[in-house]
């Protein structure tokens, strides 16, 4: 790429102070939470659809990559441009647009932190369900690249489940809409496939969600246990005895230890492991239900049971769960989450393999995670600027996903296959399959400047 | 014709001879607007179905995917059609999952009979359970589409249909986790998995919801299951007037309660279903009909409340349909359309959608044009969805109400798409169809839509020219 030239281009699109190509400018944004590095050629704050309209058909007609970012928070490597490129950044693109109580919908601007939308929601009484854990940060056109999930996925479903249409630039920067306000629109379920795509279909500038009215009540039960079997064993039962609660949390001791440090949740250092337990809805009957979890845990062996008073102690349950993977700094400076998902009757068994991987490779794995619906994470945790352990790291979490993978469950339940997974891709996928989905990025981007090299190995 | 006879010979390679039907009465009763096949096949497995395919591909056969026919009515008439591909042999269960509420069933698998066996697991019958007999294990897939009786997964997932409960446990795209269908090409493809946390790769699974078979035939679909509901049942009010009935429901959806459905019916639609109480509604009246799902109190309490708030608006009558009953209700309301079509063989089916608020100003247009023109039609709304379904109910063989309700289906698309929403139609005989755009306007993503179907599907195996867009 000519880079001053098209700098210079840019800089005729873009209003003035929003094109950066400093030396500082491009190392930052080179980088999200995953541990791969790249390097942009520019980077572009455009203001409106129209200037990231522009600057995507300027980058077709000069064939130059387009990195779609918005905190950056992608712990796969999707938001990392690796093959230099120009990164579209969405932070100025911020705006609630429209709140619409009657049709249950709200149309945001890609760049809105997702829980700024959540609190401004809840001030009304309604609800944008999703709440992955990197909300204070995260945006929502992100939240919409990753198909992103959080804890309260269990029961009300993960980022796609809630967005029901999009305005996209497409790869040659024409503008259209997908979805809408209106629910059956007949076609193809284009917003379906966008959601999750990683930025190599299209970039979203406005998009609509889903809004639901806040639940009457909320009860969050803390239960404290002995062993990491004895807490997904319940796991399974309540889920098996037909309760879907609202979230079924777990963290070991080895989070716990670093989150008490950090957050002081009131977590209890010498267990081997929690679970959070949340139900919303209607209160009739909750307390009913809530002793029948209590039951539940009982008869597995839970060792103390705590029921959160009132919202205070709510958040600060959830405050821990919350800063985990902030809390584990505290212990080594880097880490790798793996996001392997498997049924959730597996997870005993997966643990213990997991447990025995770390033993393998000497290698620290704590584990905090969505166990109702099999969604784990394995934190690795170490220091990258060891390479050995380094890349005992990578071949811990490469064996990892293989477990998952064997155990019936998917590589990724919601970080995104990014970078990072490629190479796990042909685990779950047959060549026929990724030929499938290789027709679909054809059809969106022929010319293959969107997020190049990430989702799809190399034929 | 010796080129038929090649294909016929090799068809009953593939399938053997027995599961291929060339017969008049089968290839009339395989026909889709009015165009007959010239032959069926019947594979008996996915392989099979790959061999169908690819053998279409090389002949340049245009085929239908079949499943029980209940939707083949939707889209614009064929182009061509060649071979019929039914799925009827593809009915078993390849994985219960209940522990992890999954299930995987082969997409010829009909509704009803997968959601009996969830229900069965211990041995009891459903959707008619004694509640005191109910196991704790026992499931169900949360869909309650129309067609009930006859409906396979394969053709619910192809329609992207639903139905009532929508409103609490939401659409297809919520509830299908992976799928497997054969490619135009002849590959077979498997996309998703078990789980709902699953975002590796595209979302294919979503591009097959609603897809029409234009872009493959599903063979296999896994589900997501939920526990069957402690308690349920269903609050039925009738009231004079269209306007009432909506106060009730506008006053019902200001609050927190959680019912599972919330439709509004006209006089037409509600006979059917409740014979003895029909007598409450005269013409021009309608009714609200509540499903409630749930733990006893939560139903309990939903009852008591939405009693009050339907005699706050006006109600002439009303009654609560008990748990045994609640099933058969629902049941008669998923078949009122194949009911309806005995009566009125040349029913007319439009489904409208629009933003969820604006459903009172879209009934009353409707029902003032289709009065204003002296035709006759059963209503049903989705109230917290934004969706209505309207039957025009038109003696066979009349042809001069065709331009009255070209006319009632032109100004209602106008006013849809005015709104930010379109309408359909689902079922008209082809004269029919062909003076009216099927699928609505096109939207301005079509472009997408068929650079995809060009990707997927180049040379036109599947449904040609029934799509959208005539793709």
């Known amino acids: 790429m000519d880079s001053k030239g098209i700098i210079d281009r840019l800089q005729k699109i873009i209003e003035p102070g929003y094109v950066l190509s400093s030396e500082m400018d491009l190392t930052l944004y080179g980088y999200d939470a995953s541990l791969e590095r790249g390097r942009p050629e520019v980077v572009v704050l455009p203001g409106s659809t129209e200037d990231v309209s522009r600057v995507v058909a300027l980058a077709c007609r000069e064939k130059i990559p387009v990195v779609g970012r918005g905190s950056g928070t992608n712990l796969s490597g999707g938001t990392i441009p690796t093959e230099g490129g120009i990164v579209v950044h969405f932070s100025r693109m911020n705006r609630i647009l429209d709140i619409d109580i009657p049709n249950r919908t709200v149309t945001v601007e890609p760049g809105v932190i997702t829980l700024d939308l959540q609190s401004r929601m809840l001030n009304q009484g309604f609800l944008y369900a999703p709440d992955p854990a990197s909300q204070k940060v995260s945006t929502i056109g992100g939240n919409l690249g990753e198909n992103s999930g959080g804890p309260h996925c269990l029961k009300y479903g993960v980022t796609t489940n809630h967005v029901l249409g999009a305005e996209v630039v497409l790869y040659d920067g024409t503008v259209v809409w997908t979805g809408g306000k209106s629910q059956d629109h007949p076609g193809y379920d284009l917003t379906g496939l966008l959601v999750g795509s990683e930025g190599t279909l299209g970039l979203a500038t406005k998009i609509i969600l889903r809004i639901i009215r806040a639940p009457e ?218 030929g499938a989905m290789r027709q679909v990025k054809r059809a969106f981007d022929p010319a293959d400047i969107l997020n190049p090299g990430k989702i799809l190995p190399g034929q | 014709m010796t080129t038929n006879t090649y294909r016929l010979e090799s068809l009953q390679e593939i399938v053997g001879p027995e599961y291929i039907k060339g017969d008049a009465e089968t290839l009339s009763t395989y026909s889709v607007d009015g165009m007959k096949p010239w032959a069926v096949v019947f594979p008996g497995d996915i392989e099979q179905v790959s061999e169908v395919v690819q053998l279409a591909g090389k002949e340049k056969l245009a085929l239908i995917p079949w499943g029980s026919g209940s939707k083949i009515a939707m889209g614009n008439p064929p182009v061509r059609v060649d071979l019929a591909i039914c799925t009827s042999r593809l009915n078993r269960v390849i994985d219960m999952d209940t522990a992890n509420l999954t299930v995987t069933v082969q997409a010829g698998m009909r509704f009803k009979d997968i959601q009996s066996i969830l229900g069965t697991l211990e041995g009891k019958s459903m959707p008619h359970k004694d509640p005191a007999d109910r196991g704790e294990k026992d499931c169900f897939i949360p869909l309650s589409p129309p067609c009930i009786d006859s409906a396979t997964l394969g053709g619910i997932i192809a329609a992207n249909s639903s139905g009532p409960t929508r409103l609490l446990y939401g659409l297809p795209r919520d509830i299908v986790l992976g799928v497997r269908y054969v490619a135009s090409n002849g590959e077979i493809i498997r996309m998703g998995g078990k789980t709902v946390k699953n975002v590796s790769g595209y979302d294919m699974c ?75 509604l005269k013409a021009g009246g309608y009714a609200a009909a509540v499903a409630l799902e749930g733990v006893q109190e939560a139903v309990d309490r939903m009852s008591s409340e939405i009693r009050e708030m339907a005699l706050e608006s006006g109600a002439k009558g009303h009654s609560y349909i008990q748990e045994d009953q609640h099933g058969v209700f629902w049941e008669g309301y998923s078949n009122l359309v194949p009911g309806l079509s005995g009566s009125y063989p040349d029913l007319v089916s439009f489904k409208l959608n629009y933003p969820i608020s604006r459903y009172l100003e879209v009934i009353e247009l409707a029902d003032s044009l289709i009065s204003d023109r002296s035709l006759d039609h059963a209503l049903l709304a989705h109230a917290g969805s934004g969706i209505t379904m309207i039957h025009i109910l038109l003696d066979q063989g009349n042809t001069s109400d065709l331009d009255r309700i070209v006319s009632v289906a032109e100004r209602l698309l106008d006013r849809c798409r005015a709104i930010g929403g379109n309408l359909v139609i689902d079922r008209a005989k082809p004269e029919l169809k062909r003076r009216l755009p099927v699928w609505g306007l096109s939207r301005e993503d079509l472009m997408v839509i068929k650079r995809i179907k060009n990707q997927m599907d180049p040379l036109g195996v599947f449904c040609p020219g029934q799509f959208v867009g005539g793709i």
């Not at chain 1, 005993?348 to 704590?366: D, H, M, N, T």
């Not at chain 1, 394995?378 to 990892?400: G, H, M, N, Q, T």
């Open chain 2, 206 to 280: 979503k591009l097959m919801i609603g897809s029409q078979g234009s872009l493959g035939i599903l063979c296999e679909v896994t589900l997501r299951l939920l526990p069957l509901p402690e308690r349920s049942g269903t609050f039925v009010s009738t009231f004079a007037s269209l306007s009432q009935a909506s106060s009730f429901v506008d006053l019902l959806f200001q609050t927190s309660l959680l019912p599972a459905s919330v439709e509004i019916l006209n006089s037409r639609a509600y006979e059917p279903l409740r014979p003895d109480a029909a007598a409450e």
């Open chain 1, 217 to 434: 009540a909320i009860k969050t039960i803390l239960a404290i246990y002995g062993t990491v079997e004895d807490a997904s064993n319940t796991v399974s039962a309540i889920i098996a005895e037909g309760i879907v609660p609202a979230t079924l949390e777990m963290m070991d001791n080895l989070i716990m230890t670093a989150v008490e440090e950090s957050v002081h949740a009131g977590y209890p250092l010498d267990a081997a492991a929690v679970l959070i337990i949340e139900l919303d809805g209607m209160s009739d009957g909750m307390d009913r239900q809530a002793e029948k979890i209590l039951e539940i845990c009982k008869r597995n062996h839970v060792r103390e049971i705590q029921l959160a008073k009132d919202n205070v102690e709510r958040e600060r349950l959830w405050a821990g769960r919350k800063g985990a993977f902030g809390a584990v700094a505290r212990l080594r400076p880097s880490y790798m989450v793996c996001d392997g998902t498997v049924p959730r009757t597996k997870l005993p068994e997966v643990l213990s393999r997991v447990l025995e991987i770390g033993k393998k490779y000497g290698v620290l794995i704590g584990n905090v995670f969505h166990a109702g619906d099999g969604n784990l994470h394995p934190l690795i945790l170490f220091d990258e600027r060891d390479k050995d352990e380094l890349e005992r790291v990578r071949k811990a979490a490469s064996e990892i996903l293989n477990i998952c993978a064997d155990a019936g469950g998917t590589i990724s339940g919601e970080h995104g296959i990014g970078l990072e997974k490629i190479k796990e891709m042909t685990l779950i996928f047959s060549e026929a399959d990724l």
